[in-house]
């Protein structure tokens, strides 16, 4: 699976270097027009893919069908100055976009490959009392064999600047790792207020069931780790130009497994207090499943 993994990021990550060509060119006013009031979809994706070429929008015009494509454009003053920016989702197929921003003089000054496998994107603007806007949206962080993890990218607009300021797991399943852990972690709520981000996460962390089958445990109901609703706070720290942990249980290590499921050694350290707790206070079985992980030998 970790071959896998390391092959789609790999993958995505070549697709998103093709699409930093298009950054700087101006996109004429006229198409905005047309796409903000609607005009066909299938030839405004057309002439787009014409005048910024990028691998998700077909050459062929009839390929791109009014049907079958995606665009959604969304006019928004994403900061502290007069003029709106356009933020930008578009390709021949819903599932495999481009997402641009441009600025107020119509240039792009960010633009991103989002592969989604079978979901539309989706997309939310949050209000800060700063009048800077955050704009959120769903990006397929991995993907492979009884394993998906989705995750939330969080940018914020400075000095003509798009920064990518918190990314976090948006919804993951990891049923892959026979050796080990298999984790559900999915995010609840996510919104933001007085510059801040409110978080809350629920996630269950369980050894496959053939590590049961190996130690002899018969219990269908067996649990781990379950947490549900666990809140956390993140501010934006203005040096940093991203948003950091304010009060959170959800520690570093916590939030570098979540984006890593199926890593074992991830998971010891993540946990590794809840873990001495059940060696002190949990069941028998739950004792036996801990000692079994701690003799893990990393892969």
Avoid: C
């Avoid at 921003?101 to 009392?129: C, G, R």
């Avoid at 028998?284 to 992980?293: I, S």
């Amino acid at each position: 699976m970790k071959n896998k993994i390391v092959l789609l990021l790999f993958f995505i990550a070549s697709l998103n270097a093709f699409g930093q060509v298009n950054i700087g060119k101006k996109v004429p006013l006229k198409w905005l027009k047309t796409a903000i009031q609607g005009g066909d979809n299938g030839k405004l994706v057309h002439e787009f893919g014409q005048m910024f070429p990028s691998k998700v929008i077909a050459e062929d015009p009839v390929l791109n069908d009014a049907m079958t494509v995606y665009l959604n454009l969304t006019k928004v003053n994403l900061d502290t100055d007069f003029e709106d920016e356009y933020v930008l989702f578009i390709g021949s197929y819903y599932a495999q976009t481009m997402f641009y921003v441009i600025d107020h003089d119509f240039k792009i000054i960010h633009e991103e490959y989002l592969w989604l496998h079978n979901d539309y994107p989706q997309m939310k603007i949050l209000s800060a009392t700063n009048q800077h806007k955050l704009i959120s949206f769903k990006f397929l962080y991995g993907r492979g064999s009884g394993f998906w993890l989705f995750t939330n990218k969080v940018y914020r607009l400075e000095s003509g600047k798009l920064d990518l300021v918190l990314e976090l797991v948006d919804d993951s399943n990891d049923t892959f790792n026979d050796k080990g852990i298999n984790g559900m972690i999915t995010v609840d709520s996510f919104e933001e207020y007085g510059n801040e981000l409110f978080v809350t996460y629920s996630f269950r962390l369980n050894p496959h069931y053939l590590v049961l089958e190996k130690l002899s445990i018969q219990d269908e109901t067996f649990e781990l780790i379950k947490r549900d609703k666990v809140s956390a706070i993140y501010a934006y720290d203005t040096d940093l130009r991203k948003f950091i942990p304010k009060d959170s249980p959800i520690t570093a290590d916590m939030e570098a497994y979540f984006l890593r499921p199926g890593n074992d050694a991830l998971f010891l350290k993540a946990f590794r207090p809840d873990l001495a707790l059940l060696l002190s206070n949990g069941t028998e079985n739950q004792k036996k499943v801990v000692r079994y992980l701690q003799n893990l030998k990393p892969d």
